[in-house]
């Protein structure tokens, strides 16, 4: 019985310490951009012809971002760029 109700209570906290230790999904965030200036127009352009759109990603998301996933795409609307940037949130203990 006592060795039953130590199993019990060691799977429980088993399974709680595996669900704290679960990172968060990351986050997926859109940036529109409307006209940008032109240090950000180039980091566009780089992104668009050389496929190199991190630089870019890192400007709208912030240098601390920690980036997994970055791709633009351009609107009907040449005035507007959506910047699509997917960055993992902070998992620590």
Do not use: Y
Request: proline share 9%.
């Amino acid at each position: 019985m006592v060795f039953r109700l130590a199993r019990i209570v060691a799977l429980l906290i088993g399974v709680t310490w595996l669900w704290a230790c679960r990172c968060p999904p990351p986050d997926d965030e859109i940036f529109l951009l409307h006209m940008p200036d032109e240090a950000t127009q180039a980091l566009v352009d780089q992104c668009l012809q050389a496929h190199q759109c991190l630089p870019l990603c890192q400007k709208v998301a912030g240098p601390n971002a920690s980036i997994i996933h970055c791709e633009i795409h351009q609107q009907p609307d040449p005035a507007f760029i959506e910047v699509h940037v997917g960055a993992q949130s902070f998992c620590g203990a």
